[in-house]
């Protein structure tokens, strides 16, 4: 139950609590916030810290609502709305919609829309922190001993204060490819606040934020050619529905460039002038990396308490999120073990229950859904085709479905909607869905629950389709596609 | 949908389980027809006695759901002297929309020898006008969710304008570019299905069935004879028979209209005139609807129902509630007047009624045969969609239990198991999910709040009601309202009830959920997709209201405020 307001359940830990809080959590993103609600919620006295806000983070910019609400998930998410107009636009004229051939866009209405919602959200979490009893500081923490931060604020000022248990979660942040003239390029933080939109764009990357940035800026009608080193985009994503979805980004109009490394960016009259590893050039008005995230770790001296980080930079934690120092824990993307705003939600309150609620619980990462809201979107749970035959006992079903959606037949659009479930031969479990086309991230999120829960083939054929839906396919897959034994060689193709 | 759905027929037609020639060519020689006398076969489970395909057959994996039923000695004795009797075809039906061709499909794949009778194609049915595809494919579902495409694009362009994109006026709608290209598609579609049963081996028959005797077909004229027969022929549009009924246009009628209306009346209260009001409304029509009852959908969640009439609204749709239509009256000019209880209203272009619909029972021959019906014309039949005439059966609207075309795949296919794969099936009727194309949309499966307190008394009421990302920035009014129902003591889901966009699309996911019987906590257990609606599903935490029997209701309410990213 929430319990809102002042805190005054701390007694039982009177004896030894001669700390200024019982947690302070450095960072309120997703992860931050959850972990400091649920615990104040628990009977903590929790406090947090987190950067000024702004739109492009950097190292000492920030803001209440992290990643996810200023700098990903929503912002992205407003720009894919705003761009998928761009395909209805078109799709409505064969229903009989006389529009005229280039419709107009503002790009800085939407901006400013974008900037004020995020702000609306900003002030929304700063409530919801005060309404959960938590103090909130303004400032870079850093952690000065196992149960010491410290809060530098703007003007300069230090705050000092010891903490039982102390949350890192600082998040990650956009990394720039280490090529000449890379400071030409942008980040997706840049991006999401672009002043003016591009007639031409460049995206380098094959990850999930590559394609949703081509997809937008594709969708506003500029010019994009999509640069990555592999075959295909979306690595660790089902190889079959991978090729779907660089066809569908293909289909909408964006210029593909496999197994391609862009090597120079140089600054021109005419834009910036990108050369690749295949001696091409380009001109572009905006070059996008897209070329990973790293841990934000760098100036929270975790060294000096010997706090231990991965490789990567991200801070190593154990089952319960702990790290080595057992008063310090991390949530997020900074421990870089799924980075997705659900998982560290569940992490932070994981996190919470093992340490305020006397219920040891370690976050579950199986069957843990996904999107990528690329144009169209992509979404799937559980195994790929790939990742199934390495883990199953036996034999893989595979069945996909691959059509043409209702809506097609009259707007004329050339794009199949491509599903496929990946199915147990000796248990009948399914152990992956997945699927690419409209509203595939809102259809994925029930199947979800059903493969969390062991759901069989058998249960999906039983149950009943509604009609017509895309998502009914799902449940009618009657013939499987094919059967693959864990050698990875299809046995019948039928 | 249809277009994959036919995919789906040309795939699975290659089915392993059906390409055993050897199998096929047996089940044309065994005596296939045994009556399911119910108190027979479902009082002792006699071993099997087709012993070498039996055997063959069950060693497919047991399908979990349905318990398997055994032929009895004493069914095939009864019908050793049938079964010698040669006849044109195992299985003749009559009507090949959704449930027929399915039926007739499947039973042809396990090795039946099947014809199906249709009436001709056209956009509007009669008791001489049909078409291979029938309700779902020409006048129902799928012409249905094509003008509701046609139709949200006036939304989608109102919200665009929050988005940033900007019309130099605004768009116009041209009715004969629509209607054109929806008949040529539907065209497509019909087509489809007959080169599905073409297919299939499924001998077509253009005309019109009746039935003769227990195993004899009249289609016009011509005489076949059958092993079974399977009744599919459908429903039809209902319109009460009041003064200026005449000028009254059903939803045949109204998919199919030369031009759009300017201002309609929509005179029911049931899916077909939500869908309907949402389709002209988006059109731009002036639309009213006029319902008997104090609210829309009867038989929904109250909740329900309430909050699509305030979306609906909203956007435009005048709801006349408590008012029964009592007269149409056309005025010199050619404009409609709508009297009812309450008044009249004038000035309609169209007066539309979705009053219901009937089971097209007339002029099959039924009475005759002694088909029994119930008092609204439907056939009735038993678990297995058997007749009181042993080798009649019927499926789908024509016995009027769960009117949707997915539950008339389902009969059709049970049927053919039934009849033809040695496989008593019964239709699950649990759990079946449905929606309604009304702008804002539903989705539905399970119990509304009221069914599950009076079935369960204890239940826990979760609930949702909030403004979607997309229309913080579109600046319009649209909201999203969910609703779990969980039963106290076993956890269980009962229910779920969502409108708001993409609701159909988001339930089906979660229908696999509720038919395997998963609980609250399973539901809990799932992480969210961030950012969609969906995930508010699987991240409602305090019930919005436990509902008990006893002591008196608890009425607790402890709405926890939504954030917009749920942190």
Known sequence: MLIDGEVNHTNQVEEEAHFDFDLFVIGAGSGGVRAARFSANY??????????????????????????????????????????????????????????????????????????????????????????????????????????????????????????????????????LAIPGQELAITSDEALSLEDLPKRAVVFGGGYIAVEF???????????????????????????MRDVVARNLEGRGINLHPRT???????????????????????????????????????????????????????????????????????????????????????????????????????????????????????????????ALEQANGDVLVFTSSFNPMKNTISGRQEKTVMKLVVDAETDKVLGASMCGPDAPEIMQGIAVALKCGATKQQFDSTVGIHPSAAEEFVTMRSVTRRVTASGKPKANT | MAAAAAAAAASSLTTPKLTFPSLQSLYRKLPLSFPLSLSSSSSLPLPKTLTTTTTSLSSRRPLSHHRRRHLTTRAEAENGAEASRHYDFDLFTI????????????????????????????????????????????????????????????????????????????????????????????????????????????????????????????????????????????????????????????????????????????VGGGYIALEFAGIFNGLKSDVHVFIRQKKVLRGFDEEIRDFVAEQMSLRGIELHTEESPQAIIKSADGSLSLKTNKGTVEGFSHVMFATGRRPNTKNLGLESVGVKMTNNGAIEVDEYSCTSVPSIWAV???????????????????????????????????????????????????????????EYGDIDVFTANFRPLKATLSGLPDRVFMKLIVCAKTNKVLGLNMCGEDSPEIVQGFAVAIKAGLTKEDFDSTVGIHPTAAEEFVTMRTPTRKIREHPPAEGKTDHDVKAAAGV
Not at chain 1, 217 to 238: H, I, N, Q, S
Not at chain 2, 158 to 180: C, I, N, Q, V
């Open chain 1, 43 to 176: 009977g903590a006295k929790v406090g947090i810290c987190e950067l000024p806000f702004h739109p492009i983070s950097s190292e000492v910019i920030g803001g209440v609502g992290g990643t996810c609400v200023i700098r990903g998930c929503v912002p992205k998410k407003i720009l894919v709305y705003g761009a998928n107009f761009g395909g209805e636009i078109e799709d409505a004229k064969n229903y009989g919609w006389e529009l005229n051939e280039k419709v107009d866009y503002n790009w800085k209405k939407l901006l400013q829309k974008k900037t004020d919602e995020i702000i609306r959200l900003n002030g929304i979490y700063k409530r919801l922190l005060s309404n959960a009893g938590v103090k909130l500081y303004e400032g870079e923490g850093k952690i000065v001993g196992p149960n010491e931060v410290e809060v530098t604020q703007l003007d300069g000022t230090k705050l000092s204060y010891s903490a039982k248990h102390i949350l890192i979660a600082t998040g990650s942040r956009a990394q720039r």
């Open chain 1, 214 to 240: 081509a997809s937008i800026w594709r969708g506003m009608g500029a010019t994009v050619d999509l640069f990555f080193r592999k075959e295909l985009p979306l690595r660790g994503f089902d190889d079959e």
């Open chain 1, 261 to 387: 490394n862009l090597t120079e960016l140089t600054k021109t009259e005419k834009g910036i002038k990108i050369y690749t590893d295949h001696k091409e050039e380009l001109l572009a008005d905006v070059v996008l990396f897209a070329t990973g995230r790293a841990p934000n770790t760098k100036r929270l001296n975790l060294e000096a308490v010997g706090v231990e980080l991965d490789n990567a930079g991200a801070v190593k934690v154990d089952e319960y999120s702990r790290t080595n120092i057992p008063t310090i824990w991390a949530v997020g993307d900074v421990t870089n073990r799924m980075n997705l705003t659900p998982v560290a939600l569940m992490e932070g309150t994981c996190f919470a229950k093992t340490v305020f609620a006397g219920q040891p619980t370690k976050p579950d990462y199986n069957h843990i859904p996904c999107a990528v809201f690329s144009i169209p979107p992509f979404s799937v749970v559980g195994l790929s085709e790939e990742q």
């Open chain 2, 95 to 266: 009507g090949a929309g959704s449930g027929g061709v399915r039926a007739s499909r499947f039973a042809a794949n396990f090795g039946a020898s099947v014809a199906v009778c249709e009436l001709p194609f056209s956009t509007v049915s009669s008791e001489t006008t049909g078409g291979v595809g029938g309700t779902c494919v020409l006048r129902g579902c799928v012409p249905k969710k094509l003008l509701v495409y046609a139709s949200k694009y006036a939304h989608e362009f109102d919200e665009s304008r929050g988005f940033g994109w900007k019309y130099d006026s605004d768009p116009l709608h041209d009715w004969d570019t629509l209607m054109a290209n929806k008949n040529a598609e539907l065209q497509r579609l019909t087509g489809i299905y007959k080169n599905i049963l073409n297919n299939a081996g499924v001998t077509l028959i253009e005309g019109r069935g009746k039935i003769v005797d227990p195993h004899t077909v009249d289609v016009d004229g011509k005489l076949y004879s059958a092993r079974h027969i399977l009744i599919s022929v459908g429903g039809r549009p209902f319109i009460p028979d009041i003064p200026g009924s005449e000028y009254v246009i059903d939803s045949d009628a109204a998919l199919d209209l030369p031009s759009k209306p300017k201002k309609i009346a929509i």
């Open chain 2, 396 to 454: 789908g609207d024509v016995t009027d239990r769960i009117n949707l075309t997915p539950v008339a795949l389902m009969e059709g296919v049970a049927l053919a198991k039934t009849l033809f794969q040695n496989e008593p099936t019964k239709p699950d009727y649990r759990a079946v999910p449905s929606a309604v194309f009304s702008q804002p949309p539903i989705g539905q499966v399970g119990l509304t709040e009221e069914q599950a307190t009076k």
